[in-house]
């Protein structure tokens, strides 16, 4: 019974390229939470997905950031252009029922992005 | 706007202490409070959670206490060990309508000596 999945693990970039995060939810979870951690920081909520839809990106910055759910496949989570700011951990959650139901997430590992 | 304060920031305990973390909220309308064990290099697993309409839960050596009327909750870990060296996140959420998910804390560093 796979947990979240969530890859790459590392991943560096230069400034100004592209980082795709990728997050496969645990199996019938089909609620996906996107999460950025910085050093000595706690997580902060970017975005909220279900299958096709975005239900919340109150915490994704407006620029440069994306993300999607779609019918078949991973979530991702997309930054273009890069800037040293970027640099953080990643985390990925999903939930069986709408988060808000229960208010209980499943973590992935992690993608740790650098930014060079 | 943090509206979930967590203290310490890091803890040493000695083995077989008490290990207590404090959390405090802003928003009366959270209904659900989890705390969150992350290891180094892994993500946050979900360790003990409360809802508002008890004061206490325990799980083995793991208790939250909640003050629902001071807005706050707190972890002991009773008989610390090494193995719960680790960083510990309080978090908030409003279930049952609201969408932005988990409201997390900083975080505490807590290390336990043998």
């Known amino acids: 019974n796979a947990g979240v999945m969530q890859n790459p693990r590392h991943l560096v970039r230069r400034r100004g390229q592209e980082a795709r995060l990728r997050c496969s939810p645990m199996k019938g979870h089909s609620h996906v939470y996107w999460y950025r951690q910085l050093p000595e920081e706690g997580l902060k909520f970017m975005v909220y997905?279900?299958?096709?839809?975005?239900?919340?990106e109150s915490g994704m910055p407006k620029e440069r950031f994306s993300a999607e759910f779609p019918k078949e496949g991973p979530s991702i989570l997309r930054i273009q252009q890069v800037v040293r700011g970027d640099s953080a951990a990643y985390f990925c959650a999903s939930s069986p029922l709408a988060g808000q139901a229960t208010g209980e997430l499943f973590f992935g590992e992690g993608s740790r992005l650098t930014v060079l | 706007q943090q509206q979930v304060k967590q203290s310490p920031q890091s803890l040493i305990v000695q083995k077989g202490g008490i290990s207590i973390i404090n959390c405090a909220y802003e928003?009366?309308?959270?209904?659900?409070f989890p705390w969150y064990q992350q290891f180094p290099g892994k993500g946050p697993a979900l360790l003990i959670a409360?809802?508002?309409?008890?004061s206490e839960k325990k799980e083995g050596r793991f208790t939250i206490s909640f003050n629902k009327s001071a807005k706050q909750f707190s972890l002991h870990i009773m008989d610390s060990q090494p193995g719960d060296s680790a960083t510990y996140f309080c978090a908030a959420a409003l279930t049952g309508g609201g969408a932005d998910g988990l409201t997390f804390g900083k975080g505490t560093h807590l290390i336990i000596q043998p």
């Open positions: 997905l279900q299958k096709e839809n975005i239900i919340d």
């Open positions: 409360i809802r508002p309409d008890v």
């Open positions: 928003n009366t309308a959270f209904d659900y």
